[in-house]
């Protein structure tokens, strides 16, 4: 690039560009790569927690005494979401490829990375999980992904990514309308609150170690996108081009997380999957707006 390392423009001298949105000026992404570091710090000291949470609920038999609804729970849908972080990673690889501006390529090919390592940490999650719950075969979860009802929305959006030729839509489409709405459903409010009530001493341990890179992820998409908006020349075009995107992405990225929230419906507590989905679309509102792109 004819720019420094953490400026650059959405086109980049030279081709190929790969994406519709259009830039001359500079946007700065100062600071992100800070925040990726202290982001693997964090991730080392979570992954230690989660070690250290799984060995004392095995020794403790904390996990036993847990309502037979949750371990069902557990049992038929937490490795779903080792599916779902793969398939994220890939289309990330992709989106990664065709980014011709340096920095933020690697951010989204750390992003891949830490997706990756979260199906890792699920699928060894559940192996532990098994002396609690009984057998969970992997295939089973991925005969879900593929086919029950309650994830096809999902798969069906995330497939439909997969082949979009776009990285900035890719981003988009993942960082502030997937990741805010369908995996946020599973990370934090089933894997973290709903998890908490009900008194489960290990899975909100893993569900944050899952967590941590959202604060970041969402600091650079944002930066891209508030700079594609203000470009003196090409503002008006990308403002129109980001709306489309979060329209169309969010739109299938809400429909994914209602189909899902049904998952949680046998949970116990009257309203709990109806007050997490709820709080997913209004969190997912409050992003788009703080970006104008409502």
């Known amino acids: 690039m004819a720019v420094e390392e953490r400026r650059g423009t959405l086109h980049p001298a030279g081709p190929p560009v790969h994406t519709s949105l259009r830039g001359t ?20 000291v979570s992954s230690a927690r989660v070690e250290r949470a799984i060995r004392r609920a095995t020794a403790e038999g904390g996990m036993a005494g847990l309502d037979e609804r949750w371990l069902a729970f557990l ?83 995330l497939e439909t990514l997969a082949v979009r030729d776009d990285w900035a839509e890719i981003v988009v489409a993942i960082n502030l309308c997937f990741e805010p709405l369908v995996a946020q459903l599973m990370r934090f409010e089933w894997g973290s609150r709903i998890a908490h009530e009900l008194g489960d001493p290990v899975t909100p341990v893993v569900a944050e170690a899952t967590q941590i890179q959202q604060a970041w992820l969402r600091d650079w998409t944002g930066a891209i996108v508030r700079g594609a ?20 992405w969010g739109a299938a990225a809400q429909e994914a997380a209602r189909t899902a929230a049904a998952a949680a419906a046998t949970l116990p507590g009257e309203r709990t999957a109806d007050e997490a989905l709820k709080r997913v679309l209004a969190d997912h509102r409050d992003i788009v707006e703080s970006l104008e792109l409502g």
């Open 229 to 248: 908006i203000a470009d003196p020349t090409h503002g008006a075009h990308n403002h129109a081009e980001l709306r489309r995107w979060i329209a169309r």
């Open 75 to 157: 049992r038929e849908h937490i490795q779903v979401a080792a599916f779902i972080a793969q398939d994220c990673a890939r289309i990330l690889d992709r989106a990664a490829d065709r980014c011709s501006w340096g920095p933020v390529a690697r951010n989204i090919a750390l992003e891949s990375s830490m997706q990756t390592r979260q199906a890792q940490a699920v699928v060894l999650y559940a192996i532990d999980l098994e002396r609690v719950v009984g057998d969970m075969p992997l295939e089973r979860a991925r005969a879900q992904w593929r086919a029950a009802a309650t994830w096809q929305p999902a798969r069906r959006m």
């Open 25 to 44: 000026a500079a946007i700065t992404l100062d600071g992100i790569d800070e925040r990726w570091g202290t982001t693997i710090e964090r991730e080392g």
